[in-house]
């Protein structure tokens, strides 16, 4: 894919991705992992490509979701505490995910089907994080995200608006910076391995950039929770979809 020619393509396909994704305050791993995929990129590199566009687009999201006060570092913390160290486990790991990748897809779809029942996209109720559950549940995320090479976003996002542990726009800011540390500690797994990167991330790296400050900036300021609701839905399908196909 050396080719300037050939990697136009690419460059749109990873734009779009960065701004569908950043919107709901997700990195784009899995849909870079997707496109990278279909280009027929090599695979020693997609885990760890997709790691830096997920880095630098999910702080770049979590930037916008900040500085508009929707990020509750309560509810953040418990997640990353054992998120981070597992994430860098699944870093060192190195299998062969089909089958546990396909059992992802079908849960993500279920999740899909669960908040799209949320017609109105009200987040009421909302209740508190028990702490034991967040460990629980950042250890497990943390895991999954470092093996497969995504930011564990595309779990947590539907898990915190599912259970009422946040709004729409909390669980983004919340997501963003989760997506951000446990993609750093993934690509550290890696890195105390191999680190494989192509020549091709020089030039994805700006579309992602580009991508991210346009969605979030979008997804921040100028979108509803409800609509956000159904964008998040997509991006889980196109996860679900990625995830179950590669």
């Known amino acids: 894919m050396s080719n300037i020619e050939s990697m136009i393509p690419v460059l749109i396909c990873v734009l779009l991705v960065a701004v569908l ?4 305050g ?18 020693q590199i997609l885990r760890s490509s997709a790691l830096v566009l997920n880095i630098l687009v999910s702080g ?19 997640f990353a505490a054992t998120s981070v160290p597992f ?18 897809s079908i849960c993500l779809l279920f ?3 669960r908040m799209t029942l949320n017609v109105s996209g009200k987040d009421a109720n909302r209740r508190g994080l028990p702490i034991t559950v967040g460990f629980i549940t ?27 542990w946040a709004d729409m726009k909390e669980t983004a800011a919340v997501s963003a910076l989760f997506i951000f540390v446990n ?10 391995t191999r680190l494989e990167l192509g020549p091709e991330i020089l030039v994805l790296v700006p579309a992602a950039v580009i991508g991210g400050i346009i969605g979030s900036n979008i997804g921040s300021t100028r979108i509803s929770g409800r609509v956000l609701r159904y964008v998040l839905s997509l991006v889980l399908i196109f996860a679900s979809v990625k995830l179950f196909l590669f």
């Open 21 to 24: 994704y950043s919107s709901v």
């Open 138 to 164: 950042g250890a497990v995320l943390g895991l999954i995200s470092g093996i497969i090479g995504v930011g564990g976003g595309i779990f947590l996002s539907p898990i915190l608006l599912l259970l009422h």
């Open 60 to 78: 770049i999201a979590f930037v916008q979701y900040y500085r508009r006060s929707f990020f509750r570092s309560r509810l953040f913390f418990p």
């Open 87 to 104: 994430a860098f486990l699944g870093g060192l790991i190195s299998l062969d995910p089909s089958v546990y990748k396909k059992i992802l």
């Open 111 to 113: 999740a899909v089907f």
């Open 26 to 43: 997700h990195g784009g791993a899995s849909g870079y992992l997707a496109i990278m995929t279909i280009f027929s990129f090599d695979t």
């Open 183 to 192: 993609s750093i500690a993934g690509l550290v797994g890696i890195l105390s």
